[in-house]
């Protein structure tokens, strides 16, 4: 899978060095651009902390990629998905929670009706709420989002790379 950026603090305004805390803890997880029949994407709105973010999340012991991806969609989605195509993994080094955070994206597609979410609590607690927008009005959101908290500042500038690169690959506008 293509690497398409990796991430520090410095690359969200937090730090003028390069500084890698160690040890990290590794953390994977699995994102996807998900297309329902309109041509719309999944996106989740995180209003404790007003940001945009794709749906998505670590892995569970056991799980490969694909797995996790499949059980992420179903519980932020409520929906089954049909992966189709690599976007590509972005690298987050998140010094003040010393985590490496590996990203693995693809572009997917619904399968069968859309329910709903089933959020833990913690995505309970910061608000999150599905929406379905265009690619392009994914961009326009998560370019315009001004997230304060330290999370929302790296999943901002990954998120923003991932869609820009699907749209790319999908050749949507």
Known sequence: MK?????????????ENESFTLPYKLRKAARAIIFNEKGEIALLYVSKDNYHKLPGGGFEVGEDVTSALKREALEEVGSHIDIADEVG?????????????????????????????NFDSGEIADGFQPLWVSIDEAVSLLTNDKPEIYTGKFIQKRDLTLLKEAKRIAKVS
């Open 3 to 15: 690497l398409l950026l990796e991430l520090n603090e410095t690359d969200i305004g937090l730090s």
């Open 89 to 117: 993994m972005t690298i987050e080094y998140r010094n003040q929670e010393s985590c490496l955070q590996i990203s693995y994206c693809f572009l997917a597609k619904v399968v069968g009706e859309i329910g709903e979410p």
